[in-house]
Every structure is written in structure tokens, then in C-alpha cells.
């Protein structure tokens, strides 16, 4: 009798894990580039929040947290630019790589911390690909930044 409730206990701790690990997958996980270039090219000018430097190139973008989610969803800049987050919520935001909640598809693009309305977090992009992040608190509120060279 011990044995079999011993098993199911075990049981169901091992699915209660399982399933607090996929939420926080929300769909295929995106793996980084591994040496092919990216052929996504920004397009248009920059938005509200955006800074450029000689040349023209991107240094910095913003990306807004809102009750609805990041905004925008997905950005494309260039290698070695500053990504902004604000928080605009009515919650807390900690942004951190995805997956969750190892945030180990880009180690060190985490916020570790997380912060109320009007709080920020910035992150430079030093290499190419592509990286999926998440709020920590909100694990279901993602978005993509695609770093070209």
C-alpha cells in the first residue's frame, strides 16, 4: 500500500513540474542562429524612441510592456543596439530570454529583477539571431528581437 502511494505521489509532482515548464514554452521555442546570416533588413524609418547614430543605424529601440503585451509583438535591429523595455502595465515586468523559466536561449538577457509601472530594463544585443523573450511574472506575454549584422 506505502509503495503505491509513494508512486503516485511521485507521479503527480512529476506532472505538476511538466506542466509549469510548458506554460511557459507558448509554442515552438526559437533557436539561435547558428552562423547563417540573417537576410531580414529593417525596413522604414525609425519609429517613436529610436535613436540613430552615424549612418543612419539603429542604436537604440524602445518596446512598450502593456496590459496586452509587448508592443511592438517583434522587432528587427542591428547587431550591438540597445532594446528598451518599458513597463506600462498595470503589473510587473521582469524581461527575460526565453525559454521559461530557465531563460537560457540567450544567457544574460535577464532582467532578474522585476519592476513596476514606469520602470525600464535595457538590453545591448551583441549577437546575431534570433531571441525570443518573455515576462517572467506574465509568462505568456512574448516577443522577438531579430539582431542582423
Do not use: C, R
Not at 547587431?79 to 540567450?106: C, D, R, Y
Not at 546575431?128 to 523573450?133: E, F, L, M, R
Amino acid at each position: 500500500m506505502n509503495k503505491w502511494l509513494v508512486g503516485l505521489v511521485v507521479l503527480a509532482a512529476g506532472v505538476g513540474v511538466g506542466w509549469y515548464i510548458l506554460q511557459g514554452a507558448a509554442g515552438t521555442p526559437v533557436t539561435p542562429d547558428s552562423g547563417v546570416e540573417q537576410t531580414v533588413v529593417p525596413t522604414g524609418e525609425p519609429v517613436g524612441g529610436e535613436a540613430t547614430g552615424n549612418g543612419g543605424a539603429v542604436e537604440q529601440m524602445t518596446v512598450t510592456y502593456t496590459d496586452s503585451g509587448f508592443v511592438p509583438n517583434s522587432v528587427t535591429v542591428k547587431k550591438g543596439t540597445t532594446v528598451k523595455f518599458i513597463n506600462e502595465s498595470s503589473g510587473e515586468m521582469w524581461v527575460a530570454s526565453a525559454l521559461h523559466p530557465t531563460h537560457q536561449l540567450l544567457p544574460g538577457f535577464d532582467q532578474l529583477k522585476s519592476v513596476s509601472k514606469g520602470g525600464t530594463y535595457g538590453y545591448v544585443f551583441e549577437k546575431v539571431g534570433t531571441w525570443k523573450y518573455h515576462n517572467h511574472v506574465a509568462a505568456a506575454d512574448t516577443g522577438v528581437v531579430v539582431v542582423t549584422e
